[in-house]
């Protein structure tokens, strides 16, 4: 059972003082059957008292506020993480689409979990929906086909999209990046009635040529009858296993946002996500994405900015 250290800082800087910031984070590593969590510390710039709860979903999130003048924002996390081999291959599991009807049957969070969102070309998406599932039954395998159809046929293309862009924009410009399969699966599979939901966590590969290390990783987990909540990868062709680290999950990447919040100020902000995974062998993956989160000259009005964490890779 591989155990990974994990290294993830979150750095704002404002151009000039803003007054005060309210802030949410969801950077607490999920306890659970796939990983086991054997020490976590959490560190924030002026030591904010943070207050703990669970979510809906049942993700721990942090709020903190920051009450006073300030030019940067600094969130760091440290973890030690042991993920677990699972030897079951989900793919040959034999349950079929009244499985899951029975399943489903009056549990909301499933009922939930398959409502897909109202796009303008939801028809492409039906015909996509129609080839995958053509002639099966098994849900894995439909899961499994949906997968590889986002893979082979979606480009994987850095700073092409953003936190923002929609599953009509993915579908007219063929590529993205890890957030954009997820979101794509995600309305494929709830096509087919089938629930599924967004997670946010870390790739943890050791230099074998998977997509999405450096910066945090986002997944498909789908309800298989017996199994429960399965995740695929469709980033990078796989179910996923050991080299996955889950953070959180959600109906979208919304709903998983590592850190978010909002201050009170008239200063423009950069944000830099850097991310390292340490591995047993000594070897150390990892990257520093920068990004500009506003253009736009400030009016004098505008004095209370949201602002999210970075597009997962």
């Known amino acids: ?46 030591q904010p008292d943070i207050q703990l709860y669970k979510d809906y979903y049942g993700n721990k999130v942090g709020l903190f506020s920051i009450p006073f003048a300030h030019t940067f924002l600094q969130i760091e996390s440290k973890m030690l993480v042991r993920t677990i081999v699972n030897h079951i291959n989900p793919a040959e599991t034999t349950a079929d689409v009244e499985d899951l009807l029975a399943d489903i049957q009056d549990n909301i969070l499933l009922l939930e979990c398959k409502r897909y969102d109202a796009i303008t070309k939801q028809s492409i998406i039906r015909e996509i929906a129609s080839e995958v599932s053509a002639n099966e039954r098994k849900i894995a395998k439909i899961i499994e086909k949906a997968s590889d159809y986002v893979f082979s046929n979606f480009v994987y293309t850095k700073g092409i999209t953003n936190i923002f862009t929609t599953i ?6 063929k590529s993205g990046v890890c957030q954009d399969f997820a979101h794509l699966l995600l309305q494929i599979l709830r096509t087919l009635d089938i629930p599924a939901r967004y997670v946010s966590g870390y790739i943890c590969a050791n230099a074998n040529g998977m997509r999405g290390q450096g910066a945090t990783h986002a997944w ?7 199994l429960g909540w399965t995740g695929i990868d469709p980033t990078n062709k796989v179910w996923v ?28 902000q950069n944000l830099s996500v850097f991310v390292s995974v340490g591995f047993e062998d000594g070897l150390t993956y990892e990257d520093t994405n920068m990004v500009r989160l506003e253009t736009e000259p400030f009016t004098p009005e505008q004095t209370a900015i949201k602002y999210p964490v970075n597009q997962q890779q």
């Open 220 to 226: 498909v987990e789908a309800w298989i009858p017996t």
């Open 168 to 173: 009509d924009e993915i579908l007219a410009h």
């Open 241 to 268: 296993n050991h080299h996955h680290v889950k953070l959180s999950v959600g109906r979208s990447f919304t709903d998983c946002t590592p850190s978010k919040g909002i201050y009170k100020g008239q200063a423009r």
């Open 1 to 46: 059972m591989p155990v990974f250290n994990i290294h993830h800082i979150t750095r704002y800087e404002y151009e000039k003082s803003v007054k005060e910031s309210v802030n949410e984070i969801r950077l607490f590593a999920l306890n659970c059957p796939e990983q086991e969590i054997l020490q976590q510390e959490i560190q924030i710039s002026n």
